[in-house]
C-alpha cells in the first residue's frame, strides 16, 4: 500500500470492491490516469479484489501518426522553422526524428505553448510551422491566437484528435473485451459529461468520468464496479469539482469556430471518421497542409512502426508494455523505437519508470 494522507479510505474503497467478489477488465484512455495508476502501484491492489485496467489510446502523442512525424521532418528539411512540444521531438520514424533534423542544422524548436511559437513566428521572415498536438483538452489552446492577428508566416500543422470516435473505434473493432471504461476527466472538463452518454446508450457500457488523484481512480473503480454489479450501463461523474454536464461552453465554442472534423488514421488504429481535427476554410492562410502543400508531397513513406515496436497493440489495450520483447532491451526511454517510449504521458516510458519488476 503507497503511503499518503487517505491511505485508510483508500484501504475501505478496496474493502468494498473485494467484498463484491468480481473479475472484471476496465480501460482508461489517459496518459495521467496511467501514470497514477502505476506509480502509486494501484495495479496490484486493484487486481487484488478482481479488477484489471488496461490503458487504451490515451496518450496524445503516441496516437499521432509517423507519417505526421515525417510530414514536420520533411518540413524542417525544407527550410521551414518547426516548433512543437519536446516530447514530439523524439518520436522515431524510418526518416529520422525531429531532433535529428535539428541536429543536421535544420531550424527545429522546443516550445511550451503556442504563444511561444507566435512569438517567434514575429521575430522572424522565414515561414514558421506549429505541430499542435492533443485532444479535445489542448486544442480550444491552439485556437485562441487564431482569434487574434498572427503574422502571415506562421501556420499550423494540426494533429489534433477528439475522443468520442476513438471510443467508438475500440468498442465498433471488439478487440477490447472490457467491462467498463473509465473517461478522461481533463477530456470532460472541456467536452461535459453528455460526450460520453452515446456509448452507455448504444453499447450498453458502464463509464465513470474520473479525476486523477489516488482516491479518484479508486473510487472511479468502485463505482464501475458496483455499475455492473447491478446490471446498469451509465455515465457517472466522480470528477464533481470541475466536470459540468455542459462542460465549458465557451471553449466548445471557440472549437466549434475554429476547426471541422476529419477522416484520420491513429497510430494502431485504421483511418477513423471524423476523429481528427483541421482548421477550417477561413483559416486556410494559417493552415501549414494548405500553406506549405507543396512541400509536404515530398514527404516519403513511412513505416508505421519500427520493425518488432507493438505501440499499436499497446495503444488498442491489447498488451501491457512489459509484453513487447523489445521493452526494456532494445526500447527504453534512452533509445525509444516507439512513441510509447518517448512520452510521458505513453504506457512504455510509465511502466519503464515506475515498475521495478519491468523486466
Request: proline share 7%; charged share 25%.
Amino acid at each position: 500500500m503507497y503511503k499518503y494522507r487517505d491511505e485508510a479510505t483508500a484501504r475501505k474503497i478496496l474493502d468494498k470492491i473485494r467484498e463484491m467478489n468480481i473479475d472484471y477488465t476496465f480501460m482508461h484512455v489517459c496518459g495521467t490516469h496511467q501514470d497514477s495508476i502505476v506509480r502509486f502501484g494501484l495495479e496490484p491492489m486493484l487486481k487484488e479484489v478482481g479488477v484489471e485496467i488496461r490503458q487504451g489510446p490515451g496518450c496524445p502523442v503516441c496516437v499521432t501518426t509517423s507519417s505526421e512525424i515525417a510530414d514536420a521532418i520533411t518540413l524542417a528539411r525544407n527550410g521551414i522553422t518547426v516548433c512543437a512540444f519536446g516530447d514530439m521531438m523524439r518520436v522515431p520514424t524510418t526518416i529520422g526524428t525531429l531532433n535529428d533534423v535539428r541536429s543536421e542544422g535544420g531550424d527545429v524548436r522546443i516550445v511550451y505553448s503556442i504563444e511561444d511559437a507566435v512569438r517567434m513566428a514575429k521575430e522572424q521572415t522565414k515561414p514558421l510551422v506549429f505541430v499542435s498536438v492533443g485532444f479535445e483538452t489542448t486544442a480550444p489552446s491552439t485556437c485562441v491566437p487564431l482569434q487574434k492577428e498572427v503574422p502571415e508566416n506562421f501556420s499550423i500543422y494540426s494533429c489534433h484528435r477528439i475522443c468520442p470516435p476513438i471510443l467508438k473505434a475500440i468498442f465498433d473493432m471488439g478487440e477490447s473485451k472490457i467491462q467498463g471504461l473509465i473517461d478522461p476527466g481533463h477530456v470532460a472538463v472541456i467536452t461535459g459529461t453528455k460526450a460520453f452518454e452515446p456509448f452507455a446508450e448504444i453499447y450498453k457500457m458502464p463509464q465513470v468520468i474520473a479525476g486523477f488523484e489516488p482516491l479518484d481512480i479508486l473510487m472511479s473503480v468502485y463505482m464501475l464496479c458496483k455499475q455492473v454489479k447491478e446490471g446498469r450501463a451509465e455515465v457517472e461523474n466522480e470528477y464533481t469539482r470541475l466536470v459540468r454536464p455542459e462542460g465549458n461552453p465557451k471553449a466548445l465554442k471557440l472549437m466549434e469556430e475554429t476547426f471541422e472534423p476529419v477522416d484520420r488514421a491513429w497510430r494502431g488504429f485504421p483511418v477513423i471518421p471524423k476523429s481528427a481535427l483541421a482548421l477550417k476554410t477561413k483559416y486556410q492562410d494559417h493552415d501549414a497542409n494548405k500553406v506549405h502543400e507543396d512541400i509536404l508531397k515530398l514527404t516519403p513513406e513511412v513505416e508505421a512502426e519500427a520493425k518488432g515496436c507493438r505501440c499499436g497493440e499497446v495503444l488498442r489495450g491489447l498488451i501491457r508494455s512489459e509484453e513487447c520483447p523489445m521493452f526494456g532491451r532494445v526500447c527504453k526511454p534512452t533509445s525509444p523505437s516507439g512513441p510509447c517510449m518517448v512520452s510521458s504521458e505513453g504506457n512504455c516510458n510509465i511502466a519503464f519508470r515506475f515498475n521495478k519488476t519491468r523486466l
